[in-house]
Nanobody
Framework: QVQLVESGGGLVQAGGSLRLSCAASGRTFRTYTMAWFRQAPGKEREFVAAVNWVGSNSYYADYTDSVKGRFTIFRDNAKDTLYLQMNSLKPEDTAVYYC?????????????????WGRGTQVTVSS
């Protein structure tokens, strides 16, 4: 059974940092695009960041503009874990953060292209 399980969320003051983790199990995701999305209260779920396999052991990362320079997405294939390091957090980063994985993602922002999803972890940033 394939599972993605997020952890690391919590309450933090503006300017603080959190590191989210997504533990994958049930299959190997080495060649999958893996991503983070988030959903703020009253809003639709939106793309945050993705790390894409480009062959061999090479990957590249993409970010939505609002988190560039503050968030870093990275993966540890040996541990089957995806991470999101979030620095300089702002109240507008408050949301439930979801981990996802897709085998044939062509447009990273499109949620329908992802095959697997976690249940999410809450991040709350106080002002």
């Amino acid at each position: 059974q394939v599972q993605l399980v997020e952890s690391g969320g919590g309450l933090v003051q503006a300017g603080g940092s959190l590191r989210l983790s997504c533990a994958a199990s049930g299959r190997t995701f080495r060649t999958y695009t893996m991503a983070w999305f988030r959903q703020a209260p009253g809003k639709e779920r939106e793309f945050v960041a993705a790390v894409n396999w480009v062959g061999s052991n090479s990957y590249y990362a993409d970010y939505t503009d609002s988190v560039k320079g503050r968030f870093t997405i990275f993966r540890d294939n040996a541990k089957d874990t995806l991470y999101l390091q979030m620095n300089s957090l702002k109240p507008e980063d408050t949301a439930v953060y979801y981990c996802s994985a897709g085998a044939k993602v062509t447009k990273k922002e499109l949620q329908d292209e992802y095959d697997y999803w976690g249940r999410g972890t809450q991040v709350t940033v106080s002002s």
